[in-house]
């Protein structure tokens, strides 16, 4: 069965870019015709999807947050990356990668991790 797994620094100070990696096995990023998000839940809110890597590498933005971020992959780690740009203390979240694109159902999903924006 196909497992994500999130890493990345879970404190990040404001104006910095923050670089969290899935990992992903049991199954490859490069199966047609999965996508493979990004998505954030801020304290007290619900989830928010951010973007998508398709499994043949195009990338779509959520319009509110596509200026400060970039979605890419390692095929030869069977990973994604996501970086955000430019994070305030708004961006504190618990961050998840999933498969499935914007209006999926994200499922499986990581076990999310936290990063807090703070000096």
């Known amino acids: 069965q196909v497992q994500l797994v999130e890493s990345g620094p879970g404190l990040v100070k404001p104006s910095q870019t923050l670089s969290l990696t899935c990992t992903v096995s049991?199954?490859?990023?490069?199966?047609?015709?999965?996508?493979w998000s990004w998505i954030r839940q801020p304290p007290g809110k619900g989830l928010e999807w951010m973007g998508a890597i398709t499994y043949s590498g195009i990338t779509y933005y959520s319009p509110s947050l596509k200026s400060r971020t970039s979605i890419s992959r390692d095929t030869s780690k069977n990973q994604f990356t996501l970086q955000l740009s430019s994070v305030t203390p708004e961006d504190t979240a618990v961050y998840y990668c999933?498969?499935?694109?914007?209006?999926?159902?994200?499922?499986?999903r990581g076990q999310g991790t936290q990063v807090t924006v703070s000096s």
């Open positions: 049991g199954g490859s990023i490069t199966t047609s015709f999965y996508f």
């Open positions: 999933a498969r499935g694109g914007k209006d999926s159902s994200w499922y499986p």
